[in-house]
């Protein structure tokens, strides 16, 4: 069976610190891999979709980049945070053949401080 | 682009109440719809999904789903709710099956 994995789960971080969330699946090939924020009051904003190895879309422009540098394997980064990089940040993972249906890990609690 | 919109933010029932919470999404071709459901302290989970065929879609603890193309909708309906209802509820859309849009959840709260 497919399961993801997202670590780690809580991360307390100075300002202007850099910043590597990792996100692995298990059990299926290639796909669609996301990384969104979720924010009281906001829901899930999308922040970057990858459809293949080295293919990342942007959707929020921000401080944050992302990568993918294995077919399931799914990075967030970011140089230097900010306070406002602050967040919930949830992996998520789907194949086309279940029409785009996701499957989320268990979220990162990111303070910046 | 894709976008999802949920009407309420925030919406409070007592038990055995109906419940309607609203999904519009703008996007012009065919698209894959979900409702998925957070319970306090729990992870994202389905609770359905429309692919096609019959628009009223049903999915678990007696929720169901009516997809009506023509106002680009997508309400989610409870005929009565339950006490462990209380979640945070969200609408998504994907196009093209690549990018799934989440709208920006409805917390129902219902009171025993």
């Known amino acids: 069976s497919q399961t993801i994995h997202q670590w780690p789960a809580t991360l307390v971080q100075p300002v202007g610190s850099p910043l590597s969330l990792e996100c692995t699946v298990e059990?299926?090939?290639?796909?669609?891999l996301y990384w969104y924020r979720q924010a009281a009051g906001r829901g899930l904003q999308l922040l970057f979709y990858s459809v293949g190895i080295g293919q990342i879309s942007s959707e929020v422009p921000q401080n944050l980049s992302a990568s993918r540098p294995q077919d399931r394997q799914f990075i967030l980064s970011s140089k230097k945070l900010l306070l406002s990089d602050s967040g919930f940040y949830l992996c998520?993972?789907?194949?086309?053949?279940?029409?785009?249906?996701?499957?989320f890990g268990q979220g990162t609690r990111l303070t910046v401080v | 682009a894709q976008s999802v919109s949920q009407h309420n933010h925030h919406v409070i029932l007592s038990e055995a109440a109906s419940l309607e919470l609203g999904c519009n999404y703008s996007?012009?071709?065919?698209?894959?719809l979900f409702w998925y459901v957070q319970y306090p302290g729990q992870h994202l989970q389905l609770l359905l999904k429309?692919?096609?065929?019959?628009?009223l879609v049903k999915g678990i603890k007696g929720f169901e789903a009516e997809f009506i193309k023509s106002k680009f909708s997508f309400n989610l309906r409870k005929p009565s709710v339950q006490w462990s209802d209380t979640a945070e509820y969200f609408c998504a859309v994907n196009a093209r099956g690549n990018k799934l849009v989440f709208g920006a959840g409805t917390i129902l709260r219902v009171k025993s």
């Open positions: 998520a993972w789907s194949v086309l053949r279940d029409r785009g249906e996701a499957f």
């Open positions: 996007y012009g071709g065919t698209v894959n």
């Open positions: 429309y692919f096609s065929g019959d628009p």
């Open positions: 059990g299926t090939s290639n796909p669609n």
